[in-house]
């Protein structure tokens, strides 16, 4: 999985706790890095990004 830990309140759920992982920055994160959804090899669906500085 990609993943930006910073971002999640919660950290890491328990059933992804033995996947591999890529870490990326918030910055990386603000960019779509992490957001989206693999369906094969060559099928990709990004998800719109929340701007979690837009929130505080």
């Known amino acids: 999985m ?3 830990e910073e971002a ?3 950290g890491i759920s328990e059933q992804y ?3 591999d992982r890529i ?3 918030s ?3 603000s960019r779509l890095a ?3 959804l ?3 090899e060559n099928v990709y669906i990004p998800i719109m990004n ?3 500085s837009e929130m505080n």
């Open 23 to 25: 870490y990326v920055t």
């Open 38 to 40: 693999p369906i094969n």
């Open 50 to 52: 929340l701007n979690l």
């Open 34 to 36: 992490t957001n989206g």
């Open 27 to 29: 910055e990386d994160s």
């Open 17 to 19: 706790k033995d996947w």
């Open 8 to 10: 999640l309140l919660d």
């Open 2 to 4: 990609i993943v930006c």
